[in-house]
Every structure is written in C-alpha cells, then in structure tokens.
C-alpha cells in the first residue's frame, strides 16, 4: 500500500499541482513528473525543482526517495519543466504515473481527418 506522501505526489501530478516539502534538510518547491518504485523498492519520485534551497544549482531535476520527504504540501500554482530531455531518467524504474504519457496525452485532443 503507497505512503501517504506518495499518495500526495500522485495527486499532484494527476492535478499539475505544485509540491513544497522538506527534503534532506532543505525547502524545496517541486513540480513532480513521474512517480514510482526505484530499483531498491523505494517509493521516489523524479520532479523539476523550480526554487527554494539547494546544495546546487536551481532549476533542477530531482530524484526524491519518499521515505525522507518530510512536511509535504500539494499547492497550485505554474507548473514548471525542465527544458531538455537529453538523457533518459534512472530515478524510477517501474513507473506508476508520467504527467507526459498519463496525465497530458489524455488531454490532448484527437484531430479530426476532414471529410
């Protein structure tokens, strides 16, 4: 059975919500794009970090393990992406939802062949 965090992040995702949660004893302010179990079994999450603390560079792709994601807070606002995707992520191995394939393909709609 899914986390409660896990269940939060899911729900943003279906929602194109934003997330602010404290994480490795940062504030971070997240966009979450695919969640899932990584190859040890965790619940993580692979989201677009828009601002708030980072040992590195803002923006950013980042993969959470749920387990240590702590104070969690779906909010609306903009969504945020990255702009490349240059390598294929390794964050989650078997995926449970992708906002590009489950969330916005749904969404789009189908073209009409003129008559």
């Not at 190859?39 to 980072?54: D, H, M, N, P, T």
Request: glycine share 6%.
């Amino acid at each position: 059975m899914p986390s409660p965090t896990y269940a939060l992040f899911r729900s943003a995702i279906l929602a194109e919500q934003q997330v602010t949660c404290t994480y490795e004893g940062r504030t971070r302010e997240l966009c979450p794009h695919i969640i899932g179990i990584n190859k040890s079994g965790e619940e993580v999450v692979l989201a677009w970090q828009f601002a708030g603390e980072s040992s590195g560079r803002l923006q950013q792709w980042r993969c959470l393990r749920l387990a240590n994601v702590r104070d969690a807070r779906a909010r609306a606002g903009q969504w945020h992406e990255g702009g490349s995707h240059r390598t294929t992520q390794t964050c989650v191995s078997d995926i449970d939802l992708d906002v590009n394939v489950h969330v916005r393909k749904r969404r789009k709609p189908s073209r009409r062949m003129p008559e």
